[in-house]
């Protein structure tokens, strides 16, 4: 497979040279067909690979993969971050992986304990591959995966075949640092952020992060019931700003920049609690919070579906501070 050539790859170098958004929009089609994958998985600097997902939410046509699929070729095996939303996303990226190398998987890394990190363990675990996560996602996973397994089944109906509720073999808390062939790998928790055991991989020789759900920019980023806002913005300021990265490849959309990130993350966190705090020092209620004024970021995929429903998440959260 050629890894630096194709419109992909252009769109990439774009994002990150010109600090300006890649290209990104729901109505993309897929752009792998014949693969259960949303896109092939590209190299974005030496050894380090992605499969970018889909902006749109997770549905039938992109087969749940909508968000990246990475791995690292270190020389002596190969590590995955993401298990992947079904077995047949697993499957079909190992398949690709054998295409770059006949290194063998020696490692899959779950981002969080959401299910397009965690539900292709099942075909994971059967090639015997070690599968390691954060202890709060694990956890997670294993209290709610029937519920994020029955979800999933919803809308993959005969993808989601092969797909069964798999704990990680091993956990972690802060820090794991795995040296492996070429490369030295940090795995982190930098403190509460989008969801329950958030995790960023960290290169520090190649001054590069796989970010996870901490980072965001293509896509309005979505705040969960139990996403704590002011944590998440700590968490950036304490520990994620702090590693002076100069690649960021997100949970979702392409490779870019911290300039990037932090725009549409940090930035996005900060204002929307702005507007939340102007509107409750109004005396404002929740009916009225969900239209507060995010219109700096409306041309966000994913934007219609959780700009209201991420006020009224913070509105609540806010309330109580």
């Not at 087969?63 to 992947?84: A, E, K, M, P, Y």
């Given at each position: ?233 700590e968490s950036w300021e304490t520990g994620f700003e702090k590693l002076g990265a100069t690649y960021v490849i997100p949970g979702h959309g392409h490779p870019t920049n911290m300039a990037q990130v932090r725009r549409y993350t940090r930035d996005y966190l900060t204002y929307l609690r702005g ?47």
């Amino acid at each position: 497979m050629k890894s630096l050539i194709g419109p992909v790859i252009a769109a990439m170098l774009v994002s990150v040279l010109s600090f300006g958004p890649a290209v990104a929009s729901e109505d993309i089609p897929d752009q792998y067909p014949g693969s259960p994958l949303y896109s092939p998985p590209v190299e974005f600097i030496p050894g380090v690979w992605s499969a970018i997902g889909a902006s749109a939410p997770p549905t039938y046509e992109n087969s749940g993969h909508n968000n990246n699929l990475s791995f690292l070729v270190t020389g002596d095996g190969v590590i995955v971050i993401n298990g992947g939303a079904a077995y047949i996303l697993a499957k079909a990226l190992h398949g690709e992986i054998k295409k770059i190398t006949d290194q063998p998987v020696k490692l899959v890394i779950n981002e969080n304990g959401q299910g397009h990190a965690m539900l292709g363990n099942s075909y994971w675990a059967g090639q015997g591959v070690p599968i390691l996560a954060h202890e709060d996602a694990a956890h997670e996973f294993e209290e709610n995966g029937f519920q994020i397994l029955e979800r999933m089944k919803g809308y993959n109906r005969d993808k989601a075949e092969g797909t069964s509720v798999v704990v990680p073999t091993e956990t972690m808390s802060d820090r794991k640092v795995i040296e492996m062939g070429s490369m030295s790998i940090e795995v982190l928790n930098l403190g509460p952020a989008h969801s329950p055991g958030d995790i960023s991989v960290w290169l520090p020789e190649q001054k590069l992060v796989i970010a996870g759900d901490m980072a965001f920019h293509e896509r309005l980023l979505p705040i969960f019931d139990d996403t704590d806002t002011a944590a998440w913005l700590e968490s950036w300021e304490t520990g994620f700003e702090k590693l002076g990265a100069t690649y960021v490849i997100p949970g979702h959309g392409h490779p870019t920049n911290m300039a990037q990130v932090r725009r549409y993350t940090r930035d996005y966190l900060t204002y929307l609690r702005g507007k939340i705090g102007e509107h409750l020092e109004n005396g404002g209620g929740l009916e009225d919070a969900y239209y507060v004024d995010q219109s700096p970021y409306k041309h966000l995929d994913t934007f219609e579906q959780l700009a209201t429903r991420n006020a009224g998440r913070v509105f609540e959260q806010m309330e109580f501070e």
